[in-house]
T-cell receptor, first 112, second 113 residues
Framework: NAGVTQTPKFQVLKTGQSMTLQCAQDMNHEYMSWYRQDPGMGLRLIHYSVGAGITDQGEVPNGYNVSRSTTEDFPLRLLSAAPSQTSVYFC???????????FGDGTRLSIL | GQQLNQSPQSMFIQEGEDVSMNCTSSSIFNTWLWYKQDPGEGPVLLIA???AGELTSNGRLTAQFGITRKDSFLNISASIPSDVGIYFC?????????????WGLGTSLAVNP
């Protein structure tokens, strides 16, 4: 009964480092998305995918890359970490955009 | 960008009281979703709405898709301490091939036992 699995749960990076946040879902959902959550700003969409091989930008895509080679996985890459990217990152999946989105437990990322 | 206005921003109530919150927009929506987020966890879906005027309940929670399609409401009856958390609305704007959800900024609920 895994649902949406995000790894790691916590990460500390130095400015300029790169890393990949992993997201996997076992519900055969076509739609997957990445959000960041900052105090007082709610959830902001970074990138999303409507199926394997198809990705698009959300509200705050700069500094992040995504790919969707399989239905199950949707990794988020930070190319060169900056302190402004300190946040909690959530991955979500759903059958379609207008269907309920299921969230992972988040990755708490700090960039020094 | 497009915005959802969620209010109130925060509420502090006594156990047993009823709670009401809402989300409004200048745009027309075809989907409304209500989520609850507990500290340290991801949002969890409470109620999904797909038709104007639709009224759906989930236990003590009731949500409505506004008849104008520009708003939605969530009510919690007889609040209990475990209702504490942040409640978010999210919606999909009715516009062609729109593939994004728009989120409110959340209503933080505190319940005094």
């Amino acid at each position: 009964n895994a649902g949406v699995t995000q790894t790691p749960k916590f990460q500390v990076l130095k400015t300029g480092q790169s890393m990949t946040l992993q997201c996997a879902q076992d519900m055969n959902h076509e739609y997957m998305s990445w959000y960041r959550q900052d105090p007082g700003m709610g959830l902001r969409l970074i990138h999303y995918s409507v199926g394997a091989g198809i990705t698009d930008q959300g509200e705050v895509p700069n500094g992040y890359n995504v790919s969707r080679s399989t239905t199950e996985d949707f990794p988020l890459r930070l190319l060169s970490a900056a302190p402004s990217q300190t946040s909690v990152y959530f991955c979500a999946s759903g059958d379609r955009i207008n269907q309920p989105q299921h969230f992972g437990d988040g990755t708490r990322l700090s960039i020094l | 960008g497009q915005q959802l206005n969620q209010s109130p921003q925060s509420m502090f109530i006594q156990e047993g009281e009823d709670v009401s919150m809402n989300c409004t927009s200048s745009s027309i929506f075809n989907t409304w979703l209500w989520y609850k987020q507990d500290p340290g966890e991801g949002p969890v879906l409470l109620i999904a709405l797909y038709k104007a005027g639709e009224l759906t309940s989930n236990g003590r929670l009731t949500a409505q898709f506004g008849i104008t399609r520009k708003d939605s409401f969530l009510n919690i009856s007889a609040s209990i301490p475990s209702d504490v958390g942040i409640y978010f609305c999210a919606g999909r704007i009715y516009a062609g091939n729109n593939r994004k959800l728009i989120w409110g900024l959340g209503t933080s609920l505190a319940v005094n036992p």
